[in-house]
């Protein structure tokens, strides 16, 4: 039985298929559908994960708490981070841990910050709780976690990141909105080529990832401002070629976000 997306998943990727400038190559959904690379599909799925919180995280740090606040929101992240860094702790254990332990404040002198925590806290949540349910399917499928090199995407969009404010911040939010657009095409596109558990779980991902990818943009949107609205137009082009040209360019290192696989 296919795992096809159901009418209203199918209606919550048109808008992110017009976000992407491609869809997924053939080629790629070929490779990823062969058994032997499940483990590097879920292990990297689960890293990806692990860096989208720690990338939303980083964005609440940096732009819009004090110091108290975001020594919280590191403790947060910490036994995540110490079982897949230092693999120590019981993943098991990690569904009781998902929760803040104090308040988040924003900076008083961020007109952006509230909304910023707000969007950015639900996802983390969310990208913690996928972590965990990411590791209940290695555990179902016999995967142990082990050490992968990273993908090159993420990295091939962050170094055309403006380096001033509040480019750099408005910038880092559009590619934030690339990565969740394109895991949310590839999760739908994968589906039906898995088994059925593998498969509702990747469809079941499509609402959170689509709504990341909106967050993100309103994100942008809002912190440069209607008079601005040409610019951040303009980067999300910008953008979209960038992204394009790592999905379709010849790729040798095969990921859950790798481009062309070698033939």
């Not at 070929?30 to 890293?47: P, Q, T, W």
Request: aromatic share 10%; net charge negative; with cysteine.
């Amino acid at each position: 039985m296919l795992n096809s997306p159901s009418s209203s998943s199918s209606s919550l990727l048109l808008p992110i298929k017009s976000f992407l400038k491609c869809e997924t190559p053939q080629a790629w959904l070929d490779e990823a559908a062969k058994k032997e690379n499940l483990s590097v599909i879920l292990i990297d799925h689960l890293i990806c994960e692990l860096k989208a919180a720690q990338s939303a995280m980083f964005l609440i740090r940096k732009y819009a708490v004090d110091k108290i606040s975001g020594d919280a929101l590191l403790a947060w992240l910490q036994p995540f981070e110490t079982l897949i860094y230092k693999r120590e702790g019981d993943w098991r254990d990690l569904a009781a841990k998902n929760k803040l332990t104090k308040a988040v404040i924003p900076k008083s002198d961020s007109f952006y910050g509230q909304d910023l925590i707000d969007k950015m806290v639900l996802l983390i949540k969310e990208e913690l709780h996928h972590f965990y349910q990411v590791l209940e399917m290695m555990a179902h499928y016999g995967i142990e976690y082990r050490s992968i090199t990273p993908c090159r995407y993420a990295k091939g969009m962050l170094k055309h990141v403006k380096t001033f404010e509040p480019d750099a911040l408005i910038d880092k939010l559009i590619v934030g909105a690339y990565i969740e657009a394109r895991s949310c095409e590839r999760f739908a596109k994968l589906a039906p080529h898995v088994d059925k558990r593998l498969g509702d779980f990747y469809i079941s991902l499509l609402r959170s990832e689509a709504r990341h990818y909106q967050d993100y943009l309103t994100l942008a949107k809002e912190i440069a401002g209607p008079e601005q609205s040409a610019k951040v137009d303009s980067r999300i082009a910008f953008f979209a070629e960038v992204e394009a040209d790592l999905i379709t360019s010849t790729d040798t290192d095969f990921k859950f976000h790798s481009g062309m696989p070698v033939e």
